[in-house]
């Protein structure tokens, strides 16, 4: 009796530190996920304004929208993220503009894409997340677009045409087309290496996410 009640408690341990093993190892796998969602996006292409060295092994891709308070705190993020990691990843602008919402969002997109046409796309870039709070409200930025494209010594008869063609249009809704089949419904939105992830609490946690992502490709 008592070696029969001895075997069924050496079970109960044996069945309770295993179960305890495999409780630590999904937790240690769920740390190790933790900002890993299961939506993915096409990878960075060509037509893609892009930072960084465009053949590195680890691709940052953002969905951004211009009028977006959360992308403007975001901004200075990834900028400094860009910076430190320099070559060691290449970094893609996007355009999301959540247009039911923030009503300026689509043409300051057209604005920076015909920035772009000249050259200037990421000077674009940072004066309309610098200056956001000065186009965002007004009913008809498109005065200020043109005061900040003067600033920036871009043709303004050029930059006039170009922010109103159909070309520039397209290029801001072929990157909202792959935001929606990637399921993206929200900004910012950041992918690496096609992985959408959780967006990252501070500086440090996005920079420890980028480490992980270069160091397993390096694998």
């Known amino acids: 009796m008592k070696t029969k009640l001895a075997i069924i408690l050496g079970i109960i341990i044996v069945s309770t530190i295993a179960l305890a093993v495999l409780f630590l190892k999904s937790v240690e796998q769920e740390k190790e996920n933790k900002n890993l969602v299961t939506t993915q996006v096409d990878l960075v292409s060509d037509s893609d304004w892009i930072k960084g060295k465009r053949e590195a092994r680890v691709s940052l891709i953002e969905y951004s929208d211009l009028q977006c308070p ?4 975001y901004y200075p993020l990834v900028k400094r993220i860009v910076e430190e990691f320099d070559d060691s ?26 920035a772009g046409k000249q050259g200037k796309f990421w000077q674009m870039h940072d004066l309309l ?11 008809d930025p498109r005065s200020l677009f043109e005061k900040y494209a003067q600033n920036l010594g871009l043709d303004l008869a050029q930059f006039k045409k170009d922010l109103e063609s159909n070309q520039v249009r397209d290029e801001v809704e072929k990157d909202y087309q792959s935001a929606v089949k990637a399921g ?22 996005f920079k420890s996410i980028i480490q992980k992502g270069i160091e397993k490709s390096n694998e």
């Open 89 to 114: 990843i290449t970094f893609a602008y996007r355009h999301f503009p959540l247009r039911s919402i923030h009503f300026n969002s689509q043409l300051a997109s057209q604005a920076l894409e015909a």
């Open 129 to 139: 997340f610098d200056l956001q709070e000065e186009w965002a409200k007004v009913q």
């Open 184 to 205: 993206v419904n929200a900004t910012p939105t950041f992918f690496i290496n096609g992985q959408k992830i959780q967006n990252p609490k501070n500086l440090e946690e």
């Open 70 to 73: 959360a992308c403007k705190v």
